[in-house]
């Protein structure tokens, strides 16, 4: 039988929500900001930001979409995700796939503005986890291509994927690494920059057109789950139908609205006729 999500009130969404997380980083030099925190070095300018950067290589293909796309100045490129594990799995969010998938997506937009692969740019995609997505208790997990049999030869393809694991307590990283960890994961501001971001959150509460933006994203979004959930729904009443249980006897079992399973039976013996 179907669920509903409980919604979560736009006056309770933190940094770490994706919907917030997003329109604070639509910010420049805030976003500027946080990737230098997070990488410890500096950032260009920021020249192309986009939030939930979409792309679409054929017109009836699955949409790809990046929380914060950014390229700066010397034009690296950065795609900065927020994860959460929202009641999933650490191996349900398919972390080390999803990665070479939007790193894939990057470099085939920039192959479709008809540029050549000699140019492909410097890129990093980077995970901000509020979980620790590998479990070896590290605060932090970088990947670059390397040389199985010589492992001081690097391919330098200009490639790096690197997650962050804002659970780590440690007290070998960065003061500035250490408070955004701690911001992300209890929203506790105790720095200069963590501060701007916390305040940056609360303004973003007030702006009544994005809380409008984030209703009409949720009602889609949960029109969307209710589709997949009733689909799913009539393939398991359908089996049951054929294995000669009684509408009754599966509303009965499975909880579902006696309407619900008569429609299915009733488009069952149509397409049998």
Known sequence: MSKQKVMKSYDDLVFSDDFMFGKVMEDKELCREVLECLLQQPVGELTELQTQREFRFTSDGKPIRLDV?????????????????????????????????????IDIDFMNKKFSYKLLPESRVIFICTFDPFGHGLSKYTFRERCDENSELCLDDGTEKVFYNCKYEGEDIPD????????????????????KLNSAVAKARRNEVWRAQYMKEWVVIQDAREEGYLERDTVKISE????????????????????????????LLISTE
């Open 240 to 267: 049951m139908l054929r294995s000669g249980k009684t509408a009754e006897e599966i509303a009965d079992f499975c909880g579902y609205p006696i309407e619900q399973v008569k429609e299915v039976e009733k488009e």
């Open 69 to 105: 796309y950014n390229e700066d100045s010397d034009g690296r490129i950065y795609d900065a995700e927020m994860e959460n594990l929202n009641h999933k799995t650490v191996e349900q969010h398919q972390l080390p796939r999803r990665s070479r998938f939007y790193q894939g997506a």
């Open 176 to 195: 500035g690494i250490r408070n955004l960890y701690a911001f992300v994961g209890i929203g506790r501001a105790s720095d200069e920059l963590t501060e």
